[in-house]
């Protein structure tokens, strides 16, 4: 039998593979995350007819198509899920599937939470990384399932310092007096109005202040009771710039609180952190600009959500936001020797480099985009143009079967 008959047949073969993985692509042309494969064609091995400077080499047809995922970047696309995560760059998600406990890569972000609050994957497997615990975020461990505080409280901080931006009138008269309401929280999230009273002292540019809490908040019959008195006023230079106190008031104390919380100790912040004051004297009237303080009433978690760089972060009704978990990225150097295992995940090969597992954006790991998705890479116009050019090699093979038969039927008819 002719030889062409089997390196036609070979190269029918190759083309109705590679017509397959052009198929495969276009189903997945909407599948988040899917990377298209490519068929690439290799010769076999030659066959010399003859000896010498005369001989001529005849191949034997085409060899079993070798399918290759490009890991190109896909499109990053906003979408509305609040769990949601796109990887841009060099990097996988890793995931975890439970009942098989094996540990899988995938680049496909559409995360959601289970009855549990398990993070997991479209199709269910676990999504690792860190979780809090205890109150902390650790990233320098081992990585394990992402379990989220669904309906959890934050617990109550009590204020230990507060800040207050003003100016006080530099026009005022001695005796004249300034308010300033700060409202604290106690280690059991009760609110508490402390008053802080500055008062123009008979001396220039020297103001006394002192701090009040209502009398019923410390068991108190009076309508006021004066927890903090100043020994040192506040002095200002001729150009109105806070000069004393030289450095911010500590000791102010409330104890004995009506609602059974531990004494407070909290500290009047009158410097910023790079030491401008936050307190000016000018002939303006006084007034406060921005106030603030450290403490927290107890909240409760209103809401999660994926933030950039893979961080997971949680948000209280008291409108506190907290980091609580962090998802971990594996790089791996040669990813088209990943094995493709469906649901958008892959395993690792006999041949894929170790992954080097860490945060987003760091050791070469690209970055997380939170609320978005990446797009499939399948290019429709390529597979179509694709699909053309392998369906035209089919119909020439099949043409060289159909001439190979009709030679060898002239052949046999030659005894005739």
């Known amino acids: 039998m002719p030889t062409s008959f089997s390196t036609a047949l070979s190269g029918l073969n190759a083309h109705a593979a590679a017509i397959d993985v052009i198929g495969n692509n276009l189903a997945n042309l909407n599948t988040t995350g899917y990377k298209a494969n490519v068929a690439s064609f290799r010769d076999l091995v030659a066959q010399s007819l003859g000896a010498g400077a005369g001989s001529t080499e005849v191949g034997l047809g085409t060899?079993?198509?070798?399918?290759?995922?490009?890991?190109?970047?896909?499109?990053?696309?906003?979408?509305?899920?609040?769990?949601?995560?796109?990887?841009?760059?060099?990097?996988?998600?890793?995931?975890?599937?439970?009942?098989?406990?094996?540990?899988?890569?995938t680049r496909a972000g559409n995360f959601n939470v289970d009855a549990t609050g398990?993070?997991?994957?479209?199709?269910?497997?676990?999504?690792?990384?860190?979780?809090?615990?205890?109150?902390?975020?650790?990233?320098?461990?081992l990585i394990s399932d992402i379990v989220l505080p669904i309906g959890a409280l934050q617990a109550a901080a009590a204020t230990t310092s507060f800040t207050v931006d003003a100016n006080l009138n530099a026009a005022a008269q001695a005796g004249d007096s300034f308010s300033a309401p700060i409202e604290t929280f106690d280690s059991l999230g009760v609110g508490h109005i402390l008053t802080l009273t500055m008062t123009r002292a008979a001396t220039p540019n020297e103001w006394d202040y002192e701090v009040t809490i209502p009398g019923a908040e410390v068991g108190s019959p009076n309508p006021t009771v004066t927890v903090f008195t100043s020994t040192t006023p506040l002095t200002f230079s001729t150009q109105g710039r806070l000069t004393a106190p030289a450095a911010n008031v500590a000791g102010i104390s409330v104890t004995g609180l009506a609602s059974g919380a531990a004494d407070l100790g909290i500290t009047w912040e009158l410097y910023a952190p790079d030491g401008t004051p936050r307190v000016t004297q000018f002939a303006r009237p006084s007034a406060v600009s921005?106030?603030?303080q450290n403490g927290t009433a107890a909240a409760q978690l209103v809401k999660v959500a994926m933030a950039n760089d893979g961080k997971i972060v949680a948000q209280f009704s008291s409108g506190a936001q907290r980091t609580v978990a962090q998802l971990a990225v594996a790089a791996i150097r040669n990813p088209h020797s990943l094995a493709a295992v469906g649901n958008n995940n892959f395993l690792l090969g006999p041949e894929t480099a170790l992954p080097a597992i860490g945060l987003a954006d760091t050791g070469g790991r690209g970055k997380v985009q939170g609320g978005a998705l990446e797009s499939s890479?399948?290019?429709?116009?390529?597979?179509f143009t694709n699909l053309i050019i392998?369906?035209?090699?089919?119909?020439a093979n099949s043409r060289v079967i159909t001439t190979t038969d009709e030679l060898s039927q002239e052949t046999i008819n030659l005894k005739r």
Not at 390 to 395: A, E, P, V
């Open 63 to 105: 060899a079993p198509t070798r399918v290759t995922r490009q890991f190109r970047q896909g499109a990053i696309q906003t979408s509305g899920g609040s769990m949601d995560a796109a990887m841009q760059g060099d990097g996988f998600f890793i995931v975890r599937d439970a009942g098989q406990n094996s540990r899988l890569y």
């Open 118 to 141: 398990n993070l997991v994957s479209g199709t269910g497997e676990r999504v690792q990384g860190w979780s809090e615990r205890n109150g902390t975020l650790d990233t320098t461990g």
């Open 290 to 292: 921005a106030n603030s």
């Open 377 to 383: 890479t399948v290019d429709i116009a390529q597979e």
């Open 390 to 395: 392998m369906q035209r090699g089919y119909q």
